[in-house]
């Protein structure tokens, strides 16, 4: 996972791995100014790199933006972002130099972008991340979800996609379809193939197969609970038989 290289490399070493505003960010962590460059002398950091430092300083910038961070948000970011106890310190340390930098999010959330341009299942789980943060006290403030809306826009997610997403934490048990992006048009068959097929694609082990980081794969354990607990309502409501274990 990501937070393994805080300890092999040190604050320094990432930032010159990482590159770009988050190599940045993480040099200053370490006491040492980076130049804001494109890229990285080793070549592409590598992609768990990328996700759990960018899910940091984006989740840091989220806390900003409505000026409170709760503790069932502090409570969801220790639940997501996973690392050992030894390197919490250094990682909550980073949290809150990314929320006190006067450095935008947008530059953040932009080499995120570019770095998932061929994986955007990537950019779905920062989001659905940020997401899970947001939502821990109950609620998605207005400030926050204009933040995520912002987020989703660099990352290319539409608005279609992002309702979806959004349905996954809104708490809104009245709408299950719009949890699996699903149409109360579809029959039963075609619901039930297009269940099994979200499944498939969301399911942790596949994270785990893909060699991602121990965040996305938290991520997805949360996001797969949502989507069955969608698929138990709709069942109950067209009276289906249940989906075999």
Same mark, same amino acid.
């Not at 948000?73 to 990314?98: G, N, S, W």
């Not at 899970?132 to 609620?139: F, K, P, T, V």
């Not at 029959?187 to 499944?199: M, N």
């Given at each position: 996972?990501? +937070? +393994?290289?805080?300890?092999?490399?040190?604050?320094?070493?990432?930032?010159?791995?990482?590159?770009?505003?988050?190599?940045?960010?993480?040099?200053?962590?370490?006491?040492?100014?980076?130049?804001? &460059?494109?890229?990285?002398?080793?070549?592409?950091?590598?992609?768990?790199?990328?996700?759990?430092?960018?899910?940091?300083?984006?989740?840091?910038?989220?806390?900003? +933006?409505?000026?409170?961070?709760?503790?069932?948000?502090?409570?969801?970011?220790?639940?997501?972002?996973?690392?050992?106890?030894?390197?919490?310190?250094?990682?909550? &340390?980073?949290?809150?130099?990314?929320?006190?930098?006067?450095?935008?999010?947008?530059?953040?959330?932009?080499?995120?972008?570019?770095?998932?341009?061929?994986?955007?299942?990537?950019?779905?789980?920062?989001?659905?991340?940020?997401?899970?943060?947001?939502?821990?006290?109950?609620?998605?403030?207005?400030?926050?979800?204009?933040?995520?809306?912002?987020?989703?826009?660099?990352?290319?997610?539409?608005?279609?996609?992002?309702?979806?997403?959004?349905?996954?934490?809104?708490? &809104?048990?009245?709408?299950?379809?719009?949890?699996?992006?699903? +149409?109360?048009?579809?029959?039963?068959?075609?619901?039930?193939?297009?269940?099994?097929?979200?499944?498939?694609?969301?399911?942790?082990?596949?994270?785990?197969?893909?060699?991602?980081?121990?965040?996305?794969?938290?991520?997805?354990?949360?996001?797969?609970?949502?989507?069955?607990?969608?698929?138990?309502?709709?069942?109950?409501?067209?009276?289906?038989?249940?989906?075999?274990?």
């Amino acid at each position: 996972m990501a +937070s +393994s290289f805080w300890g092999a490399l040190g604050g320094g070493g990432l930032g010159l791995m990482l590159g770009g505003p988050l190599g940045a960010l993480v040099g200053a962590l370490a006491g040492h100014v980076l130049v804001d &460059r494109e890229g990285a002398p080793f070549g592409p950091a590598p992609r768990e790199l990328v996700f759990t430092t960018g899910l940091v300083a984006l989740a840091a910038k989220m806390a900003r +933006s409505d000026g409170v961070v709760t503790s069932e948000e502090v409570a969801a970011f220790r639940r997501i972002v996973v690392v050992p106890p030894e390197e919490r310190e250094r990682i909550e &340390r980073l949290f809150d130099l990314a929320r006190q930098t006067s450095a935008g999010f947008e530059a953040y959330a932009a080499q995120i972008a570019a770095a998932f341009k061929d994986e955007p299942a990537l950019l779905e789980d920062v989001l659905d991340g940020l997401f899970l943060i947001a939502a821990a006290d109950g609620a998605i403030h207005e400030a926050e979800h204009a933040y995520l809306m912002a987020v989703a826009g660099i990352f290319g997610i539409g608005a279609k996609d992002f309702a979806r997403i959004e349905a996954r934490h809104a708490r &809104r048990p009245e709408d299950p379809y719009l949890v699996l992006g699903l +149409s109360r048009d579809m029959d039963d068959a075609v619901l039930k193939r297009a269940y099994r097929r979200l499944v498939a694609e969301t399911h942790p082990d596949r994270e785990i197969a893909r060699g991602l980081p121990e965040e996305a794969v938290a991520i997805a354990t949360r996001r797969l609970a949502a989507i069955n607990a969608a698929w138990d309502a709709i069942e109950r409501e067209r009276g289906l038989a249940p989906e075999p274990a």
